[in-house]
């Protein structure tokens, strides 16, 4: 089993920078894929970026490509969303989710980090 803790996030202006991470223990993260979700006001949590646990590849919603990049520090057990060029509709909690594959589905993820809010103003 592996536990999830989250840091980062908070408030920025439109066109900012925010990065999140996501801490593992108990396991390695190199065992799972790993994925960022987010849950903005009043709607359902929704894929964000996912990395795979073999080869790194990467894998993102259409709404964050190109301005939202996912990556792994296998040596010291973190994930981390950059997220650059922010927009008010990415105003959301954001989760880091592990599974046996990349979780892009909520049903897909075994394990969940605590959430962290992201607020972008205008």
């Known amino acids: 089993q592996v536990q999830l803790v989250q840091s980062g996030g908070g408030l920025v202006q439109a066109g900012g920078s925010l990065r999140l991470s996501c801490a593992g223990s108990?396991?390695?993260?190199?065992?799972?894929?790993m994925s960022w979700f987010r849950q903005p006001p009043g709607k359902e949590r929704e894929f964000v970026a996912g990395?795979?646990?073999?080869?790194?590849?990467?894998y993102y919603a259409e709404s964050v490509k190109g301005r939202f990049t996912m990556s792994r520090d296998n040596a010291k057990n973190m994930v981390y969303l950059q997220m650059n060029s922010l927009k008010r509709e990415d105003t959301a909690v954001y989760y880091c989710a592990a599974g046996y594959y990349v979780p892009q589905s909520v049903d897909a993820a075994d394990y969940w980090g605590q959430g962290t809010q992201v607020t972008v103003s205008s």
């Open positions: 108990g396991r390695a993260l190199s065992n799972y894929g």
């Open positions: 990395i795979a646990w073999a080869d790194s590849s990467t």
